[in-house]
């Protein structure tokens, strides 16, 4: 299993980003889909998750700035980041959740997201 994430960089307070995470080696469609972000010496937290029937839920701290997708045809699960702030400074994680399965079963590598103010 494979999880591949990119999209992440440098970006000023108010700007956008989109994250990308391809996955390879699992059955895409029936997994539900996280980001997840980690600041060193916090605990990692969830930002955003996708259903495998596309329903979505957000940290408070990011409803209404990002917006997880999902492309079922490219086992691809999109994060739109948009007016960032320097909070939202952080490496970024993929995580697939098999069916019925509690919390996430697969990582990415992740990819760092730093917002300068």
């Known amino acids: 299993v494979q999880l591949q994430a990119s999209g992440g960089g440098f970006v000023q307070a108010g700007g956008s980003l989109r994250l990308s995470c391809a996955a390879s080696?699992?059955?895409?469609?029936?997994?539900?889909m996280t980001w997840h972000r980690q600041v060193a010496g916090k605990q990692r937290e969830l930002v955003a998750r996708?259903?495998?029937?596309?329903?979505?839920n957000y940290a408070d701290s990011v409803k209404g700035r990002f917006a997880i997708s999902r492309d079922n045809a490219k086992n691809t699960v999109y994060l739109q980041m948009n007016s960032l702030k320097p909070d939202d400074t952080a490496v970024y994680y993929c995580?697939?959740?098999?069916?019925?399965?509690?919390?996430?079963?697969?990582w990415g590598q992740g990819t760092l997201v730093t917002v300068s103010s």
């Open positions: 080696g699992i059955i895409f469609s029936l997994n539900h």
């Open positions: 995580g697939a959740a098999a069916p019925r399965a509690i919390g996430v079963t697969y």
């Open positions: 996708i259903s495998s029937g596309g329903s979505t």
